[in-house]
C-alpha cells in the first residue's frame, strides 16, 4: 500500500487531534479564529471540542477533525541505515584490518550544552540499552571531552588526538541552538584543517532532522534512540571503509 | 479488604433485610406476568432460528400469530408444542404461522404439549449447559488475566468486521474483557436482527450471529494469548429474555443487566422490565454468565453525591433480584462509577468513600468499576488525567472489573490510539500503584468512614420509603436518575400479560427445578 | 489586531501540537509518512516527538512545530447573537404583549438517541448553569417528548399543540447521525404543513456546526454551552417578534 | 506528618553525626580559602556597579587589578579600601584600576582599610536587611500562599520582557513562586552580565536588572492577587557568591544553591564549588532567602532506585553546610524529585518511601519536590498523567514546595499552554487528593517502611565510608549522579586562593559575628 489517511477508527476517516493557543481573548470569534486555521491546516470537517482562555489575552483550543491530505509512503524520504550492523567483533575485526591501527574517536557537548547523557551513552562503557558504548570496542581509542567545550577546544583535540572521527551532541535547541553550534562545527573544522585530513563529523541529539546532514555541513547525523552499534558500524563505513 | 469502613453488620442485614421487603412485591409481580419476548426467547431455546426476507425473526411472527389466535397470557408454549405435532420441525412451524397456515389453541388436555415443550426446552438448555462447561474448560486451558482489577474495554464501530480486529488488538494490548456496544437504536426494537451486521450508529447491533463471530475471534486470540478473553453484550431492551438466551447459546461471558435501566433510560414500561428481567438472570444464572448492572448510569443524570446513595440502593435491590433469580454472588457484576465534579473538593476522597463502600456490602461480588463520563471534555489531556485517578480509586478499593475510560469521551466513540493510550494509563496506575490498598488506611471516623457511613444511612432510609410505599411508586417519583418512570406507561406494555391460571413455561420450569 | 498565528512560548512562533495515527507499521519510513502529512498540513519545521506502533500495522504519532498559516479574524464567520438577551421577565413580557396567548414549545431527542440531559437542561425546571430551563416561564406551554421520539411522532405531536416552536436535540454524532436526523426533521415538517403554519425548527447539540442551519432545513443551531435563556430570547425574538 | 515510618530516632542522630564528620574538613576548606568570585561579591555588598563597555563588570576589572598587583590570596578588601582613600567613589576605583590608573598594595598598617572595610559592607548589608524586613512587611500584608505545597513554576523564554508577562499570567492562574531558569552558558561565565537581556538560550541571564524588573512586577501581581508571589533564581555557577549578593540586594525569595551540583553538572572545580558554596549561604542566611538544593539532577544520570541513598546523604550533607553557614531549617528547601522510571514494579509506592524518607528526616524544611523528567517523552498524554501521580506523592507525603511538572518535558520548554495545563493538573490533584494524607498509612514493617528503612541503611554505610575517606575523594569517584570530578580539576580553580594569614574579608567577619 502506498497511500494512506490518518486512522481513527475506521479505514480511511482521516481522523486526527490538534491543539493550539491563539493570542486573542475566548469568545465565539475566537472559536471561529481556532476553525480557520484547522481548515487552513486541511481538516474538514473540524470539531472544536475544547476551548479554555489563559490569562487576558489567550486561548487554547482542541480540535478533532479529518484531513483530507493522503500521505503516499513512497515519496517518503528518510535517512536509511545504507550500512550494515555489525557486531563489536566484526567491527574490531574491520578496523583491525582495515586501519592496522586503532580508529580515534573524540567526543563533546559543544556551545553550552551540558546535556551528556547522550554522548555519554554512545561513547561510555555503560552504554545504553543493552549495548556498551564506543569505549568498550578493543580497537577503538574515544576521548570523551564532556560538556560545554567550545569548538576551538574540541578542534585542538581533534588534530592532537588525529581523530578519525569527531562526534558531538546538542540537545538544546530552543532558538535553533543546536543547528548554530552545528554549524560552527563545521566551518571550524573546514578552516583548520585540508579537506584528507579532517575527521568524519558527526552530530547527534533527540531533535535533530537527519536529513539536514549535508545543510549543517557535517557528514551524519543521528536523532532519538541512537545505539552504539549503529554508530560504530557507521564509522567502519564511512572511515575504514573511505566511503563516506 | 473488608473491614476498612467499620461497617456495623446489624446495619448492613438491615439493609438487606429493607431491600428484601421492597423488592418482594416486584418478584411477585414477575412471577405472575409474562411478556412476548420472554416468550419468543423460550422458543429461540427451543430451537426456532431465522428471519423472514423483511428481516422479522420467526420467532416473533410464531409469537404474535399465537397471540393474535389465543393471547398471551397461556404463555405461547402450549399453543406452540400442540401445533407442533403436526408440522414436526419448529421453525417450519413458526413459517407456517406466519404465513396465516396454523391456528392456534390451547389445548385442554395439555400433558402431550407439556411433554414434548419440556423436552425442547431441556435440549436447549442442554446446550447453554455445554457452552458453560466449554467456557469452564477453556479458562482452565488458557487461565484467567493474571491481576485484578480485569480489564474491560469497549469496542463500538458499528460494524462487526471492525469490531473485530480491534476487539484483538484490545486484546493483545491487555485487555480482559472485551464489550460490544450496540447500536443506538436497538434497545428499543422488539425485535433482534439476524446475521453479521455493519451499519450500527456508535455501536454494532447485537445479532446470535455477531455473538458468535466475535466469540471465535476472541477465542483465537484467547489461544494466542494464553488467556481467556471474555466476551460482554447487553441483556438489555425490549428483546433482554432473547439476548440472554443468545449469550448462553455463544457463550458470552458477561452481559449488562440492570433491574432498572431500560425502565429509566430507555422509557422502557416497568412491568415489562421487571417480569423481562427475571427471566433473563435466571438464564444467566444457568448460562454461568456474570451480570453487569447500570448504577453508573444513573450519576449521568443526578448528581454523583447527592445521589450517592441511590446507588447503593439500586445496587441492593439488583443483588435481591439477581439472588432470587438464582445467580450466584460470584455473577453479580454490581455496578458503580467515578462520576462525581472534578471540582468538588476532596472528590477523590469521596469515590474512595463511595467505592469502598460498594466494595465492603459486597465482598463476594466482582464489582464493576466505571469511568468518568459527564465531567470529561474535550480537554482530553485533563481527561486522561482523570481517568488516571479513576483507575487509581479503583485499584485501592479492590474493584474487580475496571471498565477503562477514554480521554475522548466526549468527542467520539474511541478510537484504536485512545484505546493504546488509555490501556497504558491502567498499565501505569496498576504496575506502580496497584499494591498501594495496603497503605491506604481510611482513618477511624476519618473523612471516609463518615462519608461513607453517611451514604449507608440515607440508603437504608430510602430502602424504608420504598418498602412501605412500593419500589413502583418510588420509580415513579423520580428516585433513580431523577427519571420519572410512572408503572403504566413506558414502551413495550402492550407485549405484557397476567398469567392466566394455565400459563405454563417449559424454560422457567425447569430453571426453577434446577 | 486581525492577523495571528499560534502561540507557544514566543509571540508569532506559530506553534501546534498534532496527533493521529497511520495504519502503517512502525519504522524510520512510517516517522518519515508522519512527517509528510505533517508538512502537508503546513507544519515547517516539524519534530516528531513520540511515535509507537499499536497492534501488527498502526503507529501512533505525536507531532510539534511551527505552521506557517496565518489566521484572519477579520475572516471568521460565526454565527453571532443577532437578538438581544432578555431577563425571564422580558421574555414574558414580550410573548403576553406580542401573541396575546402562550407560547408553545415542543421538544424531544429524535431517531435513536437517548441523550436527553441536553434537552432537558433547555427545557425542564431544574435548567442548567443555574438559569431555570423553559418550563419556568409562564408564557410558555412546555412539552417535552423526551428520546427516541420518531420524526412523524413529532410532527403529530407538533401539530396538536399547535407548536409555535420544535425543539430537538442530537447528541449522538457517528456517521452523521445528527445530520441524517436533523435533515429528516426539516423534510417532514415541510412536506406536512404549509409554509405559514410551520413552526420553527431548532436543533441543538454539542457537535452541531452553527453555520449549518440552513443546509439542514432548520431555522436555528445551538451548540455547546447554550442555556435557557438564549433559546429563550432567540424564541421572542424569532417567533414573537416575527423576524425569523 | 512525622512518624509514619517509624524511623529510629537514635539512627538518624548517627546520619546527622556522619554527616558532620564527612562535611567538617570541607568546612576548614572553605573557611580557609577565597575565591574570586568571594571577593567580588563583596565588592557588590560594598557598592560596586555596572561594565565596562564591553559588558565587563567593574567588579572583575578591579579584583583582576588587585589579583595582578597583590595576588588572591589577601582578599581584596586590604587593597582595595586602602586605595580608596585616593579616590572616594569605590566604583571611580574600579574604572581607574581598570584603566591601569592604580597600583594596589597590601597595606602594612591595616587598621583605616579595615575600618572603611567593615564601614561599606555594614551599609551593603543594612540594604539586604531592609530587604529582607520588606519582604516581611509584604508577606504580611499580601499574604502567604493559602496551601501547602507552594506551587512553583518554570519561565524561560530567554527574554526578560517576554518572561515578565508570562511570569505574571502564571501566578494568575496560581504559580506561588516563580522561577526564571538561566540561559545555558551562564554559570560558567567568570563574570555577571549587566542590564536587561532578551537573548537567552532555553533561559535568561540572570542580571541585577533582571531580577529587579522581575520582582518589581511580581509585586504587583501580588499586591493584585492579595498574595506576595516568591521569585527565584540561581546561585549557582562560577558567580554563585556574587548571585548570591544579587538575590539579597533585589529581595529574590529563594535561589537554587546546591553544594554539589557545579561540580557535578557543571564540572566546576570542587574547592571553588565549596568556598563559594559556603559564602554564598551566609549571605542568603543574613537575607532570609530559602535555598533550593539539587539533589533531583542526580536522579537524571543515575538510577533513582539503586542511587536513592545518594540522595539522602546529599541532603544531609547540604544540611551540614547550609546549618553551618548560619541557614535555619526553614530556609532549607531541600530537593528530591520522582524519576523512577514509571515501568519499574511499584514505582509510586517507591517515591513515596522516598519522599516520606526526606519528609521525616527534615521535618521543619520546606521541602521541594521536582517532577520527572527523565523519563518523560514525548507522549505527552502519557507525560501529564505522570506529572498528576507526582503531584499525588507530594500531596500524600507533604512536600512544601511543588516544582509543577510539564507534559512537554521531553519536548520544548514550557509553551504558555502547558503551564495553564500542568496548573490545572496540580488543582485537581489538590483540591480532589489534597488531604488523603489522613488516609495513607503504611503498613508496619510494610513495603515501604522497609524500603525507607533500607534507603536510609545504605546512606548511613555510604556516609560512613565518606567521613573515612573524604567527601573530595567521593567526589572524585564519582559517587554522586556516577560524574567522576576529581578535586584538582574543573573549572575556575585558577579563581581559587588559600587564605594568606592577613586574609581579610569584611563580609564574613560581620556575617559570622552576627
Ligand atoms: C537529564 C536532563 C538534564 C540534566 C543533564 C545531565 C547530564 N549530565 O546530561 C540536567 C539536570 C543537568 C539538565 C539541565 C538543563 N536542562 Co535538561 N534535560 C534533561 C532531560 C530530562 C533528559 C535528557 C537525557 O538525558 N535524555 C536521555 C538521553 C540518552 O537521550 P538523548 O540525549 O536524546 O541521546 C540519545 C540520542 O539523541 C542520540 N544522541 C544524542 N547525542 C548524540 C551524539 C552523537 C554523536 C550521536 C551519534 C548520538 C547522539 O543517542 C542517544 C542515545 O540514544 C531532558 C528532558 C527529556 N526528557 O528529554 C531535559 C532538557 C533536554 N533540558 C532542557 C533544558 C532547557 C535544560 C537547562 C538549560 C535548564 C536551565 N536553564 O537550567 C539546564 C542546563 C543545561 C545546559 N547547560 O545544557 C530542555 C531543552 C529544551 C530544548 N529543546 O531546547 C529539555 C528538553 C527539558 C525541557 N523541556 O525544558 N538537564
Ligand atoms: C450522559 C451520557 C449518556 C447517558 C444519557 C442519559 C440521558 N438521559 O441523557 C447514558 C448513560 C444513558 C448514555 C448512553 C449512551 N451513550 Co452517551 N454519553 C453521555 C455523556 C457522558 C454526557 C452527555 C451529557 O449529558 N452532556 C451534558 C449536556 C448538558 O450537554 P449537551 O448534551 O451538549 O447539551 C448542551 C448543548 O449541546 C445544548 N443542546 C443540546 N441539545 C440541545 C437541543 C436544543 C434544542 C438546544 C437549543 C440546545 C441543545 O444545550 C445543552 C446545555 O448547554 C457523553 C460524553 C460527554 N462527556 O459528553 C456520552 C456520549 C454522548 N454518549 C455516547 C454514546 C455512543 C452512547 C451510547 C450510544 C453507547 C452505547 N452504544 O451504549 C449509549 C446509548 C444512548 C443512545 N441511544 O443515544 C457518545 C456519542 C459519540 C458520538 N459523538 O457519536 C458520547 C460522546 C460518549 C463517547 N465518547 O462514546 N450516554
Ligand atoms: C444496564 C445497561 N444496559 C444497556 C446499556 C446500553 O444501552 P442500550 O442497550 O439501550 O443501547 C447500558 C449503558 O451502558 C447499561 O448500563
Ligand atoms: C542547584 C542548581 N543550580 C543550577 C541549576 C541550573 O543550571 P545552571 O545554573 O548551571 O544553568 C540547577 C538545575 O536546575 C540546579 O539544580
Known sequence: MTIVRPYGDTTGDGMVQLSFTLPIPYDKRAEGAALQLAAKMGMDPAMLVHSRQMGDGFTFFVVYGRVRHLVDTEQVQVVERDFPLLSAKEVNAAIKRGLRRRLSVVGACIGTDAHTVGIDAILNLKGIAGEKGLESYREMAVLNMGSQVSVPELVEAAREARADAVLVSQVVTQRDAHLHNTRALSAAFREALPAGRRPLLIAGGPRFDELMAGELGVDRIFGRGTTPREVASYLVHAVVEGTR | ?514
Chains 1, 3 share one sequence.
Not at chain 2, 485533563?382 to 471498565?403: E, H, K, V
Open chain 2, 1 to 514: 479488604m473488608a473491614g476498612k469502613l467499620d461497617l456495623d453488620p446489624r446495619v448492613v442485614r438491615k439493609a438487606r433485610r429493607l431491600a428484601a421487603r421492597a423488592g418482594q412485591p416486584v418478584v411477585d409481580l414477575a412471577r405472575s406476568h409474562t411478556t412476548v419476548s420472554v416468550e419468543r426467547a423460550v422458543l429461540r431455546l427451543a430451537g426456532v432460528r431465522g428471519a423472514d426476507p423483511d428481516g422479522i425473526p420467526w420467532v416473533n411472527r410464531l409469537v404474535d400469530a399465537v397471540v393474535a389466535d389465543v393471547g398471551l397470557e397461556h404463555g405461547v408454549s402450549l399453543p406452540v408444542f400442540d401445533a407442533l405435532r403436526d408440522y414436526g420441525d419448529i421453525t417450519v412451524l413458526a413459517q407456517k404461522a406466519a404465513a396465516g397456515a396454523v391456528r392456534f389453541r390451547v389445548p385442554s388436555s395439555s400433558h402431550a404439549a407439556r411433554r414434548t415443550a419440556v423436552k425442547f426446552a431441556r435440549v436447549g438448555l442442554a446446550r447453554v449447559d455445554r457452552r458453560r462447561a466449554e467456557r469452564d474448560r477453556l479458562i482452565k486451558r488458557w487461565g484467567d488475566p493474571s491481576q485484578r482489577p480485569w480489564i474491560y474495554l469497549i469496542v463500538a464501530t458499528g460494524d462487526i468486521h471492525e469490531d473485530i480486529p480491534q476487539a484483538q488488538a484490545a486484546a493483545r494490548a491487555g485487555a480482559d474483557v472485551i464489550a460490544v456496544i450496540r447500536s443506538t437504536g436497538q434497545s428499543l426494537l422488539d425485535y433482534v436482527p439476524e446475521g453479521a451486521t455493519r451499519e450500527g450508529f456508535a455501536g454494532t447491533y447485537a445479532t446470535q450471529e455477531n455473538f458468535r463471530l466475535m466469540r471465535a475471534a476472541l477465542d483465537e486470540t484467547s489461544k494466542e494469548l494464553g488467556r481467556y478473553v471474555r466476551l460482554t453484550n447487553y441483556a438489555s431492551g425490549l428483546c433482554m429474555p432473547e439476548m440472554a438466551v443468545m449469550a448462553g447459546l455463544e457463550r458470552l461471558d458477561m452481559m449488562l443487566n440492570d433491574s432498572m435501566y431500560g425502565i429509566l433510560f430507555r422509557d422502557i414500561n416497568p412491568i415489562r422490565t421487571f417480569v423481562d428481567q427475571r427471566f433473563s438472570r435466571q438464564v444467566h444464572a444457568r448460562a454461568g454468565i456474570i451480570i453487569n448492572t447500570g448504577e453508573d448510569n444513573y450519576l449521568t443524570t443526578a448528581d454523583p453525591v447527592e445521589a450517592a446513595h441511590t446507588v447503593t440502593v439500586s445496587q441492593l435491590l439488583n443483588e435481591f433480584f439477581a439472588h432470587e433469580a438464582g445467580l450466584a454472588d460470584p455473577q453479580l457484576g454490581i455496578g458503580h462509577a467515578f462520576e462525581i465534579n472534578p471540582d468538588v473538593p476532596e472528590s477523590f476522597r469521596l469515590e474512595l468513600a463511595h467505592a469502598l463502600l460498594a466494595r465492603e456490602l459486597f465482598p463476594d461480588a466482582p464489582l464493576k468499576w466505571m469511568p468518568p463520563t459527564k465531567h470529561m471534555t474535550g480537554d482530553v489531556f485533563r481527561g486522561n488525567l482523570l481517568d488516571g485517578f479513576f483507575n487509581l480509586a479503583g485499584a485501592m478499593t479492590g474493584q474487580s472489573i475496571l471498565l477503562v475510560g477514554m480521554m475522548t469521551e466526549a468527542v467520539v466513540t474511541p478510537w484504536l490510539s485512545d484505546r493504546d493510550i488509555a490501556l497504558q494509563n491502567v498499565r501505569y496506575v496498576l504496575g506502580a500503584a496497584g499494591n498501594l490498598h495496603e497503605d491506604f488506611v481510611p482513618a477511624r471516623g476519618g473523612f471516609i468512614q463518615r462519608r461513607a457511613h453517611q451514604v449507608l444511612g440515607e440508603a437504608i432510609d430510602l430502602l424504608d420509603r420504598i418498602a412501605d410505599d412500593t419500589l413502583l411508586n418510588a420509580i415513579a417519583d423520580g428516585t433513580f436518575g431523577i427519571m420519572r418512570r410512572p408503572a403504566d406507561r413506558g414502551k413495550g406494555l402492550d407485549g405484557v400479560a397476567a398469567h392466566a391460571g394455565d400459563y405454563f413455561n417449559p424454560v422457567t420450569e425447569l430453571l426453577e427445578a434446577s
